[in-house]
């Protein structure tokens, strides 16, 4: 043990100093608070600019953006979204109903009734033109017959069509009317529709015919080879325009002789 003592004694140690050894230990504790701090910071930054990241993923532009119910969904964000999903939702229930057979069959129905509407207007009005040229071939032809002076009939405007037959009512002597009537046939003529009695049946010029005569009204009508029936009616008062005359001065026989002019016809598109 004393050579072990000797020998400590002849080693020749660094002389020590306490405070400074205290000192370097709280300089290290120091150091050592100010990494966790710094640690702790950073954690938090990221974490907030986690959060940033998602709320902005859930922006306008974003499809997973504000479902209703996601935590921290701000109330904008979230209304948008419910704005969107419904309209999203009323578009696909149309494309839904404008499919079901009720949407396609209402359709269906209603082109059909256009179609229909437009087949009445083309059967009741034929063409413009035609109609024209075949209401003055009628004034030219009863004009020949009943007024070769040019002086009491006046030409008509308005045509009188329905199925199978054609005709207007022409202005007479400055207030009563002549009105013809071009049909298929009988069935389809004028003559027992409207007149006030049956009349007489004759035969004129070969052909089928009937007259009647009632006070000054007078109705005749011609059964034409062709099978046409040209029906011809005069009277002194012309309801249509509030006027009237005290007679026409037509005759029977010259409404029948007119009446049985074979250049009387239907326009092409009725016959």
């Known amino acids: ?9 002849r ?8 405070s400074s050894d205290v000192a370097r230990g709280e300089r290290a504790l120091r150091r050592r608070r100010r990494y966790q701090v710094s640690g702790a910071v950073a954690s938090v930054v990221v974490a907030a600019a986690t ?58 129905h209603h082109r059909l009734v256009e179609v229909k509407q437009r087949m009445r207007r083309l059967r009741s009005q034929p063409a413009s033109s035609t109609a024209q040229n075949t209401l003055q071939s009628y004034h030219d032809i009863l004009a020949a017959h009943l007024d070769p002076t040019g002086d009491k009939l006046r030409l008509a405007q308005n045509e009188q069509s329905g199925t199978g037959h054609f005709g207007t009512k022409l202005d007479w002597d400055g207030g009563g009317m002549l009105q013809i009537s071009v049909s298929t046939s009988w069935h389809t003529s004028d003559w027992d ?31 034409h080879s062709d099978g046409q029936v040209v029906m011809l009616f005069a009277t002194p008062a012309f309801g249509n325009n509030g006027t009237s005359i005290p007679a026409t001065g037509l005759t029977s026989r010259q409404l029948l002789d007119a009446a049985a002019d074979p250049k009387l016809q239907l326009p092409p598109n009725l016959r």
């Open 11 to 18: 080693i020749e140690t660094p002389p020590t100093d306490v």
């Open 1 to 9: 043990m004393n050579e072990i003592d000797d020998l400590l004694e």
């Open 51 to 108: 959060v940033a990241a998602l709320q902005g993923a859930g922006g306008p532009g974003s499809a997973d953006a504000g479902f209703a119910g996601q935590p921290g969904a701000a109330s904008p964000t979230s209304s948008q979204a419910k704005l969107r999903l419904a309209k999203d939702q009323h578009a696909r229930d149309k494309v839904t109903a404008s499919k079901s057979p009720n949407a396609q069959s209402g359709r269906a």
């Open 193 to 223: 529709a409207y007149l006030p009695a049956p009349g007489q049946r004759i035969t004129f010029r070969g052909h089928p015919a009937r007259v009647l005569v009632d006070g000054t009204d007078v109705w005749v009508a011609v059964e």
